[in-house]
C-alpha cells in the first residue's frame, strides 16, 4: 500500500473501544471543517463535516466536536471495529469550496483484535 | 457504479519525460481537483477546475499542467519542469463548489527513476 502513514501521530484502541482523535486547525477565520479516512492504497473518503455554527454532529457511529475558542476539533468514533483501520485526517476551509480547504497531516489509528 | 477512475495505478518515468495522468468520472459532477500527497504530508492541491474549459492553479501549480475539454475528464501533465515529481497523485471531484465533500479517485504513484 501508499506509505501515507509515515511518520504520522498513531493511535491504538482495542476493537470495541470508543477512540478519539484529535485535531487543531490554524485559521481562526475557517468556518467549514471536514474529516476524511484513508485506508491503505486507497483514496481518502469524506466521513462528515461540520460548520462553524455548531459544536457537534454526529453521524453513523461517529461524531464530530468543534471548540472554536481554541480551535481544536475531534472525530469520536464508537465502537471501533477492524475496518476503522486507516489514517484520519481534517481539512479546514471556508463554505466557499474545496479550493479553498487546507488539510492536515493525518493520523494513524490501529485496531487492536 | 459511479466514481472516479485513475490511471495507471503506477507509473515510473525517467528524468525528464513528461507523464500524463488519467482522470475521468461518471458522476456528473461539475468540479475536479488534483491534489498531492507525499509521506506524512497534507494534501496539496495541484489545480482544480470549476466548469469545462476553465481551471484554475492551485498552491503547488509549478511544473504541472491540465485540460477540461470534456466534464468527465480532468487529465493531469506532469512536465519535466517539476523538481520533485515522485509522489501519490489524487483526482477528486465534488456536486458543486461551495462544499468541501470530495469523492476521490484510488490515486496514481508516479516515481522518476
Known amino acids: 500500500g501508499e506509505s501515507v502513514g509515515l511518520h504520522l501521530p498513531t493511535l491504538s484502541v482495542q476493537e470495541g473501544d470508543n477512540s478519539i482523535i484529535n485535531c487543531a486547525y490554524s485559521?481562526?477565520?475557517?468556518?467549514?471543517f471536514i474529516w476524511y479516512k484513508q485506508e491503505s492504497g486507497k483514496g481518502p473518503q469524506f466521513i462528515i463535516d461540520?460548520?462553524?455554527?455548531?459544536d457537534k454532529r454526529q453521524g453513523q457511529r461517529v461524531t464530530v466536536l468543534l471548540n472554536k475558542t481554541v480551535k481544536h476539533l475531534s472525530l469520536q468514533i464508537a465502537a471501533t471495529q477492524p475496518g476503522d483501520s486507516a489514517v484520519y485526517f481534517c481539512?479546514?476551509?471556508?463554505?466557499?469550496?474545496?479550493?479553498?480547504?487546507?488539510f492536515g497531516k493525518g493520523t494513524h489509528l490501529i485496531i487492536q483484535p | 457504479d459511479g466514481g472516479i477512475t485513475q490511471s495507471p495505478k503506477y507509473l515510473f518515468r525517467k528524468e525528464g519525460q513528461n507523464v500524463t495522468l488519467s482522470c475521468e468520472q461518471n458522476?456528473?459532477?461539475?468540479?475536479m481537483y488534483w491534489y498531492r500527497q507525499d509521506p506524512g504530508q497534507g494534501l496539496r492541491l495541484i489545480y482544480y477546475?470549476?466548469?469545462?474549459?476553465?481551471?484554475q492553479k492551485g498552491d503547488i501549480a509549478e511544473g504541472y499542467s491540465v485540460s477540461r475539454e470534456k466534464k468527465e475528464s480532468f487529465p493531469l501533465t506532469v512536465t519535466s519542469a517539476q523538481k520533485n515529481p515522485t509522489a501519490f497523485y489524487l483526482c477528486?471531484?465534488?456536486?458543486?463548489?461551495?462544499?468541501?465533500?470530495?469523492?476521490f479517485g484510488e490515486g496514481s504513484r508516479l516515481t522518476v527513476l
Open positions: 477528486a471531484s465534488s456536486k458543486r463548489r461551495n462544499t468541501g465533500e470530495l469523492f
Open positions: 485559521n481562526s477565520a475557517s468556518d467549514y
Open positions: 461540520i460548520r462553524s455554527n455548531m
Open positions: 481539512a479546514e476551509g471556508l463554505e466557499g469550496g474545496a479550493d479553498g480547504l487546507t
Open positions: 458522476l456528473n459532477h461539475d468540479a
Open positions: 477546475s470549476q466548469i469545462v474549459n476553465d481551471f
